[in-house]
């Protein structure tokens, strides 16, 4: 087993970077671990840390190519890409994990340099993130009525499906984690509610009706937090405004590292579809 590199766009399509005939392989890949700035004030003789950040660490490396068309195939590819991923897939000891880092490709050399007879051309890439895990959780009882239930037990996540839907879950990263909830309609003035250690921790009511074939989404990432609603026809709304949701509640949900949570979406009819995702962060991996 070997460590697998690719890259993801928004569409979902891939550019590997392990594969020489139809793609390029990417050697002496660099900054993939993590670095702080530390700043330190003197109390006497002791020093206490004052200011601890983690540094942007850039991952630059070595792409060889076997042929000009598989270059000119990945600026293709940044180039009709509006969102990309790093992927990186490691094999650990008790099987292979996959996670990602929010990039941009800061640059991409064109030379006449050759090893072996290969294109060897360097990239640098600029991280807009920490790595980490997407985890999603998909239920759906469209197609079932009355007596459907069962537990749906996945790493450490569990649903119980009842009237409403509950989710229990313990964040592994090194620091909060965000959601993404799609909730399919008809729901009418749906609720998110969060509970850590069995106390109730966080309520997020939206009023709002989600018709048949319409959406409501939620997203709690940062720098990117929304509650929208996609119509039938495609449109996106914007729900952020006073008559759908209190704007001065803490409408942000994030699962706080290594802590019992229970994540509950209820609505004033039954929920029979929806999908979460959760976004296991971590500096290193």
């Known amino acids: ?51 601890s950040k983690i540094q942007q660490e850039p991952i630059t490396g070595n792409l060889l190519f ?34 990602f880092k929010d990039i941009k490709i800061q640059s991409l050399s064109k030379t006449q340099k050759q090893i072996n007879g290969l294109l060897s051309e360097t990239i640098n890439i600029d991280c807009l993130s920490l790595w980490y895990q997407e985890k999603n959780i998909i239920f759906d009882m469209s197609s079932q009525k009355d007596e459907m239930r069962w537990n749906f037990k996945w790493d450490t996540s569990r649903f119980v499906e009842y009237n409403n839907r509950s989710l229990e879950y313990v964040n592994n990263g090194h620091v909060e984690a965000p959601v993404e909830i799609e909730i399919n309609g008809p729901v009418t003035n749906p609720r998110l509610e969060l509970y850590i250690e069995g106390e109730s921790y966080q309520t997020v009511p939206i009023t709002t009706k989600i ?11 940062e720098n990117a937090f929304y509650i929208k609603k996609v119509n039938t026809d495609g449109t996106i709304v914007d729900l952020f405004e006073e008559d759908v949701i209190d704007i001065n ?37």
């Open 1 to 51: 087993m070997v460590r697998e590199f690719k890259l993801v766009n928004e569409k979902g399509q891939k550019y590997s970077l392990m594969e020489l005939e139809n793609y390029c392989f990417l050697a002496e890949p660099r900054g993939l671990g993590f670095s702080r700035t530390i700043e330190y004030e003197q109390l006497g003789n002791a020093f206490i840390e004052s200011i």
């Open 66 to 99: 076997k042929s000009y068309d598989n270059y000119k195939a990945l600026v293709d590819f940044i180039a009709s890409s509006e969102k990309i991923k790093f992927a990186y897939k490691i094999p650990f000891q008790n099987g292979s994990k996959e996670y």
């Open 211 to 221: 018709a048949k074939y319409e959406k409501l989404l939620y997203g709690t990432k």
């Open 249 to 285: 509640n803490d409408n942000v949900i994030r699962f706080p590292k290594n802590k019992s949570c229970e994540l509950r979406i209820m609505a004033n009819e039954d929920i029979t579809s929806a999908i979460i995702k959760i976004y296991e962060y971590y500096i290193a991996i």
